[in-house]
């Protein structure tokens, strides 16, 4: 099912004798029970597996103290997604550590590592955090591929023919309700779209025209214009676009995806974009990453691809820095962490 990828969550972290209610820690957007993060107890805090000056004035800008990783050590920045195993290394001989902050928005690259210590630290993410660039990337590409901006500049010659089509007044579906997702609704406002935005719970989504539930999602694809995926890559949602939904589409639709590669069948949509069942398709992100060079979605007209640049490190550094700077501040004080995120949902 959709997972509200992107949610900015905030849940206390309380002192042992205040062992908080399960019923009382809901996630804001899905209306679900979270496990409450355990007890922590402030400490130094760590910048790994290499130091950032950027993030090491976020850490002492809000009252941290960086210390080289050891027996004291409390907190952990982990700033590299390609070294999860050696965070793994790193959370088994540290057992103190009682915080991890991740450096992107979806941790599936730290799927194996939260399953292995979903008992042990509080572990958060910067979702929400990369909103903003991220949503601008997804618009961008809904207007790019509805005005078919790829087959007519592949075409290098002036076209004859005048195609593409107006965002204004459409109906674009959502899948995903967190950050990413409002960010999307924001900017959609001008062009008067009908928003329905799919996601977990029942809970209405501000600014959507109206929330639907997953086991919905094949009744709204049918009347679907533009059909945006904001969602986490986790199991559940592994191929959720395939094949059978793609089919129920309308052709003039187009389908654009910056959350996770693997939500999107590749094979199904090579096929359907082949076969001109689409208007097009705009994917910053893609099944495998990167896409190897001779992979028939390059040479498909119909499909733009971005190569995972909704987010570049220049938009988001400091944007982490900023989510590095807030955490610190709920780790020390115990007013709260942003961006919890649940080791055995992944997200």
Known sequence: ???????????????????????????????????????????????????????????????????????????????????????????????????????????DAFGDVLRAHADGPVFTSAKGAYSEPVAEHAVALVHATLREFAPKARAARWVEKRTGRSLYGLNVTIVGAGGIAAEIIRLLEPWRCTITVVRRGADPMPGATRTVQAADLDSVLPTTDALILAAASTDSTRHLIDARRLALMPRESVLVNIARGPLVDTDALTEALAAGSLLGAGLDVTD????????????????????????????????????????????????????????????
Do not use: K
């Open 1 to 107: 099912m959709p997972a509200d990828d992107t949610a900015p969550s905030r849940y206390d972290v309380t002192p042992p004798e205040r062992a908080p209610d399960l019923a009382q820690h809901r996630d804001p957007l899905s209306g679900h029970a979270a496990t409450p993060p355990r007890p922590v107890t402030p400490g130094p805090i760590a910048v790994l597996p290499e130091a950032h000056p950027l993030f090491i004035t976020a850490v002492e800008s809000a009252g941290g103290t960086v210390a080289p990783l050891g027996d004291d050590t409390r907190g952990l920045l982990w700033l590299s997604a390609a070294r999860s195993d050696e965070l793994d290394d790193v959370l088994i001989t540290h057992p103190g550590i009682a915080w991890v902050q991740l450096p992107w928005a979806g941790v």
């Open 288 to 347: 495998p990453e990167p896409l190897p060079d001779d992979h028939p979605l390059f040479a498909e007209p119909r499909c733009l691809i971005t190569s995972h640049s909704a987010d570049t490190a220049e938009m988001t550094a400091p944007l982490l820095a900023g989510r590095v700077d807030e955490n610190v501040r709920g780790f020390l004080t115990g007013t709260g962490l942003v961006g919890i995120v649940d080791p055995r949902e992944g997200y």
